[in-house]
């Protein structure tokens, strides 16, 4: 019985850990948006409209970004709207953990065909590329390290600290406001 | 952690001797009565029909309608038509004869006759399909795609000018039959370039990451034999043997890379071949040792291993450990020059003809963009793709 218990309390725990993570890195997308050269020029090219959703089979948790221009993304929360051009597919609440845990590169679940791409690879594999810069500047080298296929070799301290510490800034504040909608719905 | 892998491959193959005489009990043993034929004219005309039909033939077997119109690059209108045909002669079964275009269109036009309707664009993208299609078998005239055993096919929608990607395990067909009879008369150089096509499949499959020990297993063997058999099969092209060795090793190359994926070879390769017109196995040619060089200090194990199928056990064993990396380079670059001796098989994007210097930078853009990227061990950017490019142009 106490067995049964701690695993469901394990279970739920890994269910929010990637929901929280999904919250974490949507806020954190929208905010490296606004600064990063690299980001911008690779989002530059997306349509403008352009929504992009990485989910969990069967009912989430997810995470949705829009290019709203000029390589601005914006975060939609954690439901899409009717049309989403672009979905990254979890296949289990188990391969989204191992990823969002760090124990397995993005590119890895890939070839391990822990997801499924639903739209064009193309925009895929440039979303992947802005995950990648995202996570190569908000986590310690060491972490990143194991996150990305390859740790920028030109991503030095004076660029790593300033723009992780807005992004990290820009994350607390939304999250708060998520928060507070949360308790105070309008 | 354990390493994870998925490896699917239901596909019967029946190679070898006589092996077309098989096709008569595969389709009556579905109950098949009525088959069509999807080929191309370059097929028709170089008599490779006759022998599918004459098997046929002599089985009581009617082959119920025969379309051999099938352009290099096959479009969703073409799909469209033979689909038409296929109902209007109420046809149960398809065969394709030929290359990768005729493979792909028939992969399509099982859609439509399966399915139902006439836009085969519907049904694009990944895993829309959601039963099992018609009948299908698959006869590859050349000795490279491996399209005979992967689950994608790719055609072109001119009204909108995009490129349709269709990917299902529906796709695949119930059986690919690999008869010397059908590559004899390959001419020299597309002989020379569907068999670097080919080792390209195995080598990505064997270095990149989505490598696993079935594919891997496929992979190498494919290796082995496109080594033994290729300048054997050039410098004699009626060659039975050699011929069939190349057409099994284009199919377990097939199987290696479906199931693993392949890189940043086949990544440059779609860019140039979208923008230039070179053909896919040119370009495999081309790009497959800079890419091994650029990826080489993270595939340093696996293509230590290559040079064993590459070069045999004595090479093998008398190169350094830690020079059999480089030597397995050298021997795809040696092998390079051995077709470039006897069949002028260019070597690099200058001595195609068909590539300007002006244009490595949109080939760059394009490739960056390209799926095959993403399982690349390295994490390639425009600079790193750029410094290849410039290589790769001689």
Known sequence: MLRKLSRSAALTARRRYVQTMFQVMGHALDAISRTDKKVLDEARLLPVGFVFEMTVLPAGPSLVVEHVGEGRLRYLGSSPPANVDLSIRFKHIAHAFLVLSFQEKTAEAFANDRMLVDGDIGLAVRMTRILNRLEAIILPRLVASRAVKEYPADLGLFEKVPGAINIYRRVATGMIRDLTKEVSPT | MSRYYEFYCPVKVISGDAALEHLPYELTSIASTRPMIVTDQGVRAAGLLDPVITACEESNLVIAAIYDEVPADSSTTVVRDIANLYRQQEC????????????????????????????????????????????????????????????????????????????????????????PRMTRTLPLHITAATAMDALTHATEAYTCLGKNPLSDAYATAAVKKISGALLKVMDNPDDGQGRLDLAEASTMAGIAFSNSMVGLVHALGHATGALCHLPHGLCMSIYLPFVLEYNLEQIREPLSDLLLYLEGPQVWATTPASRRPEATISAIRHLRDELHHRCELPRTLRETNKVTEDQLDQIAHKALDDGAIMFN??????????????????
């Open chain 2, 92 to 179: 149960d079964a398809l065969i394709a004869v030929g290359g990768g275009s005729s493979i792909d269109t028939a992969k399509a036009v099982n859609i439509l006759v399966s399915e139902g309707g006439d836009d085969v664009a519907a049904y694009s993208g990944a895993g829309v399909l959601s039963r099992p299609l018609k009948p299908f078998f698959v006869i590859p005239t050349t000795a490279g795609t491996g399209s005979e055993v992967t689950s994608v096919a790719v055609i072109a929608d001119r009204e909108r000018s995009v490129k349709l990607p269709f990917t299902s395990s529906f796709l695949l067909p119930n059986a690919a039959i690999i008869d």
């Open chain 2, 377 to 394: 061990p390295r994490e390639a950017s425009f600079k790193d793709v750029e410094a290849i490019l410039k290589k790769a142009w001689g």
